[in-house]
């Protein structure tokens, strides 16, 4: 899945543009009694139209590897790592949509490498009034990898507990 979006009251979307994801996370998610609304689409076919300034949490592990333009939101697994130029295509196409679907008081979370070059996308984020932090970095001998946390410029940074500790937990900071 390419992103997973977090509603208040439980409600949770899940959306990826291949069908063999999304077929596989939805018996995932049945066989533990977890209820969740799979979307096979791309994430810039319009959801936003139904969903514009409704989503408090989103998370997207975005393809990242520097690779190929012809490869990007390709048929099949490609589409799971192929980045583009800088590694950067998806992620710069993701930016846009996720400004309009966030709710004012809402975060995004991104996985990016150091390759992708989070200070950059830091710095174009905060001219569409986000703020953001790197919130957690970690490196091995193939990759290093940062999650980015983004919110709305002047709106209080409330407590997210429940989320930072799933993050923590994945990344083994827990
Ligand atoms: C890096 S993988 C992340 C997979 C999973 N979230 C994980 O953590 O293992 C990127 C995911 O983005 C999906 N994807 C790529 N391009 C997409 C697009 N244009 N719209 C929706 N999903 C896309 C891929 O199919 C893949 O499942």
Redesign the pocket.
Known sequence: ???QVMFPRGADIW????PH?TRVTQRTLDAHGVHAEIIN?????GLQKRLVGMMDVIVV????VLTLEEE??CEG?T????GGYNGRT?ID?ILPVVDELLSDSGWLYM?TLTANNPSEICLLTRKRRFASCIFVQRSTEEKSLHVIKFWQEGVDDVKDGNITSSLGTWFGTK
């Open positions: 899945m390419i992103w959306l990826c543009i291949n994801a689409t791309d994430f810039a076919s592990n975005p393809p990242y990007v939101s697994i589409a799971s790592w192929a998806v196409r996985v």
